[in-house]
Structure formats: structure tokens, C-alpha cells
T-cell receptor
């Protein structure tokens, strides 16, 4: 069975500090990977997606970056956090192909002070 | 992806059957109808999806109108665990980005 693990579960960070969030998928080779973000009280927005190692496409510009260093790993990061980065970050995976089902992780709650 | 319209909220009582409607009048022929549900501070959970035919699984029954302009997610014997925000989403993946566009969804409350 496939499992998706996100870390950390929650973070409290200062404005201007760096951030790194991680996601690992086990039990599925060459998945498509996605980062989504939800501001408090807002709707989920897709930030990035990746269909293969080393290849990441940006969907929404939020002064964040993403990388896929391994087939089963997806990293979201920034060197300088903004207050507006607060929210709930979700990693998801799907099989390749069109209109495939997305399966989400349990998320990371980020508070920027 | 085409737009969907859902009621803001609905209420049900434990043990009852609830019908969650979704309108998608401008759906394209190659768009799938997906349903996810989400509780606060958890990731969305896949419920079901369909293209033209009604579908059923252990979580729900999805009834799709013959003209595909609307659909209804039917939950039987609802429990407190079914209280969540239910999202009806249309999608067609292109170029490897199986993007889901979430709206506000329907908040389902379940009364004990």
C-alpha cells in the first residue's frame, strides 16, 4: 500500500527565516507529486507539481520554491518567510496520466510570526 | 476546469441518508466529476469520481444526471465521522498536472 508522509506536522517560524517542508511517498514508483496551500479560511491552491525527478513546475508564485531530489521525495522551501506564508501545506501524489486521482498527506501547519 | 455550484451547508442526523447536490452546467465531455471531503487541519480525502455512469463504493454513491449537468453524492447511514466539507470538482488532467481546483464546498453537519 502507498503511504505519504509529511514533515514537520507543525512549525512556528519568524518572518525572514528560512523554511523547508518535506514529503515522502512510499510504495509507488515514479508518482506525480504536488504541493498545495490553504490560507486560514481560504481554499486550497496548487503551488507546484512534478512528474519526474529534478523537474518541477510552478503554478502559483508565492516566493516559494520546490525541488524533487529523489523519486519519492518532494521539498518545499524558501530562504525568507513572509507573514503571508502562514497556512496549511499539503503534499499529494497521483499516478501519471490524465485525470488521475490525487491522494493527499496529512499536511503541515505553518505559522509565521 | 469548469465551475461547480454547491450549497454552502447541509445538515443531517446520524443514521440518515444525505444527498449532496452539485451543479456543473458547463461541463465538458472529457471532464470527470470528483468528490473529496476534508475536515479541519487534515488533507482532503478522496471519496469517489465518475464520468457518465453512476458509481458506488464503500464510501458513497454518485448519481450523475443523464445530461451530466448535475450530480449528487449520496451518503447512507451517516455518522459523526462523515461531518466534513465536501468538494465537487471537475477535472481533466493535461500534461501530467492532474490539477484539482477546490472551491468552498458544502459543509455537512451531522447531528447525533
Amino acid at each position: 500500500a502507498q503511504t505519504i508522509h509529511q514533515w514537520p506536522v507543525a512549525e512556528i517560524k519568524a518572518v525572514g527565516s528560512p523554511l523547508s517542508l518535506g514529503c515522502t511517498i512510499k510504495g509507488k514508483s515514479s508518482p506525480n507529486l504536488y504541493w498545495y496551500w490553504q490560507a486560514t479560511g481560504g481554499t486550497l491552491q496548487q503551488l507546484f507539481y512534478s512528474i519526474t525527478v529534478g523537474q518541477v513546475e510552478s503554478v502559483v508564485q508565492l516566493n516559494l520554491s520546490a525541488s524533487r531530489p529523489k523519486d519519492d521525495q518532494f521539498i518545499l522551501s524558501t530562504e525568507k518567510l513572509l507573514l503571508s506564508h502562514s497556512g496549511f501545506y499539503l503534499c499529494a501524489w497521483s499516478l501519471g496520466g490524465c485525470a488521475e486521482t490525487l491522494y493527499f498527506g496529512s499536511g503541515t501547519r505553518l505559522t509565521v510570526l | 476546469d469548469a465551475k461547480t455550484t454547491q450549497p454552502d451547508s447541509m445538515e443531517s442526523t446520524e443514521g440518515e441518508t444525505v444527498h449532496l447536490p452539485c451543479s456543473h452546467a458547463t461541463i465538458s465531455g472529457n471532464e470527470y466529476i470528483y468528490w473529496y471531503r476534508q475536515v479541519p487541519l487534515q488533507g482532503p480525502e478522496y471519496v469517489t469520481h465518475g464520468l457518465q455512469q453512476n458509481t458506488t463504493n464503500s464510501m458513497a454513491f454518485l448519481a450523475i444526471a443523464s445530461d451530466r449537468k448535475s450530480s449528487t453524492l449520496i451518503l447512507t447511514h451517516v455518522s459523526l465521522r462523515d461531518a466534513a466539507v465536501y468538494h465537487c470538482i471537475l477535472r481533466v488532467g493535461t500534461g501530467g498536472n492532474n490539477k484539482l481546483t477546490f472551491g468552498q464546498g458544502t459543509v455537512l453537519s451531522v447531528i447525533p
